[in-house]
């Protein structure tokens, strides 16, 4: 079943490097289905992973599962006007069922704002029923031509979370404080700096009056939208009838938020710390932390190794590390390779030599190797603190590999030469959407986002020469 | 939000009592989409506890969780021709997507067979590939015309496991194991007792060899499918083309599997214990297990009620029970009943005069109440019996419902009397498939299974007279 495929360099050819990968760690592939892509066991063990840590961190502030369906008639996504002229080129649509014509299509949905909403009006009368905290984990489609594995597939995995509110302002905290749900997700688990802020205008969400963003920079310079956060302000409440009766007993519409991640960040996470030997996972989102490849010669052999391992893996369970055990009769060189090419963070080799208490240590993301000669709990002990270490390791070197790449420049003649290089480019902008639109159509670099930490500093914009408040960061994006 | 229906009682009429518990729990309700249903926070908890279970279950069993298209192109399906037959009369066909007519119509799963091993072919070369062990947790699409909350939906939710084999044998041992799992699953948390055994030809899954299947009783004395585990056989292996080489360097097609349960176990979960106060859950499948509710008339009461209540809290999380606090301002009748209607299996009730070590605390299953008068380490000590206790309890309560319901007759007259009286039937019947139609049409009930532990017991078909070789259960269904 798995192929033992060279895998291509990043420096040779980026795009082909990253299906390699993908294609040698077994994490997905192209189905028989235009766009959409199987997911297979290894790639939906990191999805559950991520699912996991961030249903936690959900329902934590407040917000509870719910299910809406699949299929949307198409009257109801009409009813917001920027939202369906956003949607409509990407939908697939459900025109018979049931061996008949159906009176009116149904869409597969894109996104589920209309056909939630449309339920909330009935649920929410009184400002006692805010604020309503929904999310959902589900599949949705959009009809993609030109499909990326992971990136940009006709059908994905995501969440989606929803929520109504008795005031603007409750709403924007709400929309703010998922945004920063999602940083701290991708910061400390997928170890993966973003730089958050808000969208311009024209970059924004089919809909909403706000969205924010956390933003990521991938090994070849370019930006990946990680998750957003959309302030949607009373648009979908009014398009849908979703009011309630204040503590003066006036009826106002709701202030609503919706958020979203989906296994797109899968496709983050490999082209962040990824190598040229394969997949690198941080080891708080690895499926599995520590392999221990057992190195024998006969049976005899194998009984003393296995045992060994199984009393590592004991220790190592204790302390809440996720461990495999690899005794499979193969060359120790074939094991080694493949669990590189998938990533596992730590693995120990464990030969006939190494049962009486030693043991050889190898991380995944330095490729260096310790040989441990100490009691086996001191081993594990150690081994724990070698796992926090390469989680600091992998975000330490995404954010100075970040940094030093993002470039502040005030010519159009130097904002073209950083993005051609594979920078970010943070530049003066005048705040227009003409010039956003000429900078994308010459540079190919657009706004990913106007960060929150912009300082105040005015200055001339870098297309258009005319005043600026601050500098935005613009980039070429997946 | 919340409606205060009154529930109609079961005696009454069955049906509405069934939806009355899901409204006034708030478990779900039909969606603007015809067919459709909203599975709400309530409901979507339930779901939520029954995944993780069996998941742990699966991957206890070595089963590994992936993902595959919602759309199968429609020559796919076709390729099974018994498969085809029985699943498209239900069947959603997306005609347009991308604004255009795609040249091959996309069916949206009813179920993911066709899919997967047009998937399968490919990752499987060898034995050493074998067995191929993969479940997804999906939604799925059947037309349906007459829907119901839970139990007949357009849309649902499942998990479906798909297994490859290199032997008959292997694959029915597979096939058995599975059904072992869920015959498990309801009997340690559901407390539903199950009839495991096979189903006959008629009644098994299109495309199958053999289909198991688990049957539970509900309180109307109609059976409801928990779960069916199929043999496939070789039937999908040759559609597909999924073969390997065997030890020997032959070519041969794989065996295979497939096992599923969906959201309608919610559907039997109510059905089997609910009661005219509204909803009855297992403790262990209870997303609230104990409910602790402060009864104050001032803030100054308030405040000793709740720190008491956190107490207790406290000691029962240190126990791994989930509790919930409700210390709304409202009337401890309005409070009580909310609880009781959704089926939370404990209830303490925290006042004032309680807060000295006493408390009141109230079992869902049997509306008995005591006051403990005790300290708190050995009330929560006593909780953790209580809620053992309540497990038990509904399970014994169910099985003697169940036996009690199952009846042994010899003659078409009795066996018309009896399902008329809402009973499962025992009867001779001699394998032929005219015989059950004939039955079915004549009496409304079909056969359930053949259990498993069936005795040989010759004797005469109730309908032809021709002989028998045992006796096999019939009753009506959901």
């Known amino acids: 079943m798995q192929k033992n495929i060279k895998i291509t360099t990043r420096e040779e050819n980026f795009p082909k490097w990253y299906l390699d990968v993908i294609e040698s760690a077994d994490l997905a592939e192209h189905s028989p289905v235009k766009g959409c892509m199987v997911i297979k066991p290894n790639g939906y063990a990191i999805w559950e992973n991520m699912q996991k840590i961030l249903d936690k961190n959900f329902k934590e502030s407040g917000v509870e599962n719910a299910y809406f369906p699949l299929f949307i008639p198409e009257s109801f996504l009409k009813k917001e006007a920027e939202h369906v002229e956003g949607f409509s080129p990407e939908l697939a649509i459900v025109t018979h069922a049931g061996g008949e014509k159906l009176s009116e299509p149904l869409v597969v949905r894109p996104t589920s704002e209309t056909i939630m909403y449309a339920t909330f009006s009935k649920w929410i009368s009184s400002y006692r029923d805010l604020p309503l905290l929904i999310n959902q984990w589900a599949n949705v489609v959009r009809w993609e031509l ?3 594995l992971f990136l940009r597939t006709v059908e994905f995995l995501w969440q989606e979370g929803h929520t109504a509110h008795a005031s603007e302002k409750e709403a924007d905290d709400r929309a703010r404080e998922m945004l920063e749900v999602y940083k701290k997700f991708s910061e400390e688990y997928l170890a993966l700096p973003v730089i958050v802020g808000q969208k311009s205008e024209s970059e924004k969400f089919a809909g909403a009056k706000i969205t924010y963003t956390a933003e990521a920079m991938m090994q070849d310079g370019k930006a990946l939208q990680m998750g957003t956060s959309h302030n949607l302000g009373q648009n979908f409440a009014k398009a849908f009838d979703v009011k309630f009766l204040d503590e003066k007993n006036q009826e106002q519409f709701v202030w609503q938020t919706s958020w979203g991640v989906s296994t797109r960040l899968i496709g983050a996470l490999i082209m962040a710390h990824s190598d040229d030997k394969g997949l690198v996972l941080p080891p708080k ?17 194998e009984s003393r190794v296995v045992k060994y391992a199984k009393e590592i893996e004991n220790e190592l369970k204790n302390r809440n590390i996720s461990v495999k055990i690899d005794q499979r009769d193969l060359r120790p060189g074939e094991k080694f390779f ?15 030599k190494e ?27 150690k081994i724990v603190k070698l796992l926090e270490n390469i989680q600091t390791n992998l975000f330490e070197k995404a954010l100075k590999f970040r940094d030093e790449k993002i470039i502040n420049v005030d010519s159009l003649e130097e904002f073209i030469k950083e993005i051609e290089k594979g920078n970010f480019v943070c530049a003066h902008w005048s705040g227009e959407k003409e010039t ?24 001339k914009c870098v297309y258009s020469g005319k005043p600026s408040n601050g500098r935005v960061i613009f980039a070429k994006a997946y």
């Open 146 to 148: 030109r499909p990326r």
């Open 285 to 301: 989102i690895a499926p599995i932390q520590v392999v221990i490849t057992c190195i024998f010669k006969d049976s005899d052999e």
């Open 338 to 352: 493949e669990w590189e090419k998938r990533g596992v963070p730590v693995r120990i080799e464990i030969g006939p």
């Open 355 to 381: 049962v009486d208490s030693h043991m050889i240590v190898y991380r995944r993301d330095t490729s260096e190797k310790e040989s441990l000669n100490i009691p086996i709990e001191t081993c594990a002990n």
């Open 436 to 459: 956003e639109l000429k900078i994308k159509e010459e540079t190919g670099a657009t706004i990913r986002c106007l960060p929150f930490d912009m300082k105040i500093d005015t200055g």
